[in-house]
């Protein structure tokens, strides 16, 4: 074979991410609507302004720009966001997003993730990113599913981490949001790694592996380093 056929890969087009529902046993993600969800994002939003420090935009004065900010969410044409809807209310209690999406390369970023205090630390959150990363390597079939943060987030790197992204560096100066500068932390999951991340993100999802009161018996990074 000559030098640097090994690495050449098929050049199958892939899709875009689409707006999509994707149902799992405690949530479901449906795509982010302003008339559907906003009355309950903002009754979840409302009085928690540090929600949005780390986030590109907000926090929002009043439903109604809550409202039109979701609006452009919906139909921006470089991001696909996703309401998080857990089941046991059946309201939007977050919503997430792909972003960076580079069909040819195989690439794509979750981010602009907005878990409101109800969401943070449940079943559903977790499951919620299962879900998303399932779609992305096992129906769209992505080489590279890529998380990135503020490298001060350290909330969000702990949570890159548990879901079995890999750290891959910072990013010096990457970026100005909201008028400061952004070191960016880089985290990735690979096509490769998947089935194991699965595997781990499955166990932990059973419902055995919870208690009567929610708790979880075993945690998925446990799992993950064990399997």
């Not at 993600?29 to 302003?34: K, R, Y």
């Not at 926090?59 to 809550?66: H, Q, R, W």
């Not at 910072?170 to 400061?180: L, S, T, Y």
Request: with cysteine; proline share 6%.
């Amino acid at each position: 074979m000559p030098d640097g056929q090994a690495n050449l890969l098929p050049r199958e087009p892939l899709s875009l991410p689409r707006p999509v529902t994707l149902r799992g046993r405690t949530v479901t993600l449906e795509p982010l609507d302003a008339a559907r969800h906003t009355a309950a994002l903002w009754g979840a939003v409302r009085g928690h302004d540090e929600l949005w420090t780390w986030l590109w935009d907000g926090p929002y004065a009043s439903e109604v720009k809550l409202r039109r900010a979701i609006a452009e969410k919906q139909v921006a044409a470089s991001t696909v966001f996703l309401a998080i809807v857990p089941t046991e209310t059946g309201l939007a209690a977050g919503y997430a997003s792909y972003m960076r999406m580079e069909p040819a390369h195989g690439v794509v970023e979750v981010g602009n993730i907005l878990l409101t205090p109800g969401l943070q630390r449940t079943t559903a959150a977790t499951e919620a990113m299962y879900l998303m990363a399932r779609h992305v390597f096992e129906d769209l079939e992505y080489r590279r599913y890529e998380w990135k943060c503020n490298a001060e987030n350290a909330p969000s790197r702990r949570a890159a981490l548990r879901l079995g992204f890999t750290f891959e560096g910072i990013f010096r100066q990457h970026m100005v949001v909201k008028g400061r500068n952004r070191d960016t932390a880089w985290f990735s999951m690979l096509d490769t790694e998947w089935p194991e991340r699965k595997r781990a993100f499955e166990a932990w999802l059973e419902p055995e592996n919870f208690d009567d009161g929610g708790q979880q018996r075993k945690r998925l990074a446990g799992i993950a380093k064990s399997s």
